[in-house]
């Protein structure tokens, strides 16, 4: 997972100086079929336990619940870098419904993918202040397995992924930043102010392709064309309620920050009538 980190920031700074190809077609391309994992590379030795197994993290010293805290941070951040190249590379080839897609969409997840391993990174180098690194406490792979149950179509990977999951780390973060505070862990208190606004970034950028991908897919229908903005965003948050209903694994939970998620763009139509939703 440091490799990958580290391998990100590569490709992205071989992105920008226009090194790095974004299509199959383009020159430096590879050549052949390019795998996509159903189950990304973790470290040996890393205990995997089911979401219900997990200790509970107020337990040990001061020192021990500092780090406990900040490796359940990095082990989310080394899941949104894998789920960032994911997407990009699942669904780089475009089948119906879905529209192809453009170079911004790929290039938007690669931005976001660096920000993830930079957030990675920054609380890997925490642990290691504290006496620590990641891999030192279980792991669960919920995460994971919400990707694997949208991994069919793009709009549903956006939803449950990149909507649900990211705007829920919004709504935990400021939680997470006073526990850290009564911890008497104001260093890693910063780190984690300065990630949340990017964080809130990439809840945006999940909108905007769920509303693009959504927009081109009723054109194609001969749905949406002339279609007045009110009504072509009310479609969209159906098709939202509709996803999430559909591939994720229970309701939305309140409390919600629902400043930060305005800031993004997931206003309270979109989120408030999932609440405690069943399948």
């Known amino acids: 997972?440091?490799?990958?980190?580290?391998?990100?920031?590569?490709?992205?700074?071989?992105?920008?100086?226009?090194?790095?190809?974004?299509?199959?077609?383009?020159?430096?391309?590879?050549?052949?079929?390019?795998?996509?994992?159903?189950r990304p590379a973790r470290p040996p030795g890393i205990t995997v336990l089911k979401p219900r197994d997990m200790p509970k993290r107020s337990a040990g010293t001061s020192n021990d619940k500092k780090i406990a805290l900040v490796h359940s941070l990095a082990h989310i951040?080394?899941?949104?870098?894998?789920?960032?190249w994911d997407i990009i590379l699942r669904f780089r080839s475009s089948t119906p419904p879905s529209p192809p897609l453009p170079p911004a969409f790929?290039?938007?997840?690669?931005?976001?993918?660096?920000?993830?391993?930079?957030?990675?990174?920054?609380?890997?180098?925490?642990?290691?202040?504290?006496?620590?690194?990641?891999g030192a406490l279980p792991v669960h792979d919920g995460l994971w397995e919400s990707a694997m149950d949208s991994a069919d179509d793009v709009m549903d990977r956006l939803a449950v992924v990149h909507m649900v999951h990211e705007a829920r780390g919004l709504d935990t973060s400021l939680p997470m930043l006073k526990k850290m505070e009564s911890n008497g862990d104001s260093r890693s208190a910063d780190?984690?102010?300065?990630?949340?606004?990017?964080?809130?970034?990439?809840?945006?950028?999940g909108m905007k392709?769920?509303?693009?991908?959504?927009?081109?897919?009723?054109?194609?229908?001969?749905?949406?064309?002339?279609?007045?903005?009110?009504?072509?965003?009310?479609?969209?948050?159906?098709e939202f309620h509709a996803i999430v209903r559909s591939k994720f694994r229970g309701g939305l939970k309140p409390p919600f920050n629902t400043e930060a998620?305005?800031?993004?763009?997931?206003?309270?139509?979109?989120?408030?009538?999932?609440?405690?939703a069943k399948k």
Request: charged content about 30%; aromatic content about 12%.
């Open 209 to 238: 392709w769920f509303r693009y991908i959504s927009a081109k897919r009723r054109e194609a229908e001969g749905t949406g064309m002339g279609e007045a903005d009110a009504d072509a965003e009310r479609r969209c948050v159906e």
């Open 77 to 84: 951040e080394s899941y949104a870098v894998d789920l960032s």
């Open 1 to 38: 997972v440091h490799a990958k980190a580290a391998l990100t920031r590569d490709a992205f700074a071989r992105f920008n100086a226009g090194t790095l190809p974004l299509a199959d077609d383009a020159p430096g391309a590879p050549d052949g079929a390019i795998e996509v994992l159903d």
């Open 106 to 134: 790929f290039s938007d997840w690669l931005n976001v993918a660096h920000d993830e391993a930079l957030h990675f990174s920054t609380w890997t180098d925490r642990l290691r202040e504290l006496g620590s690194d990641y």
């Open 191 to 205: 780190c984690l102010r300065e990630i949340y606004e990017q964080e809130i970034d990439h809840v945006r950028v």
């Open 261 to 276: 998620r305005e800031k993004a763009g997931f206003t309270e139509d979109w989120y408030l009538p999932l609440v405690h």
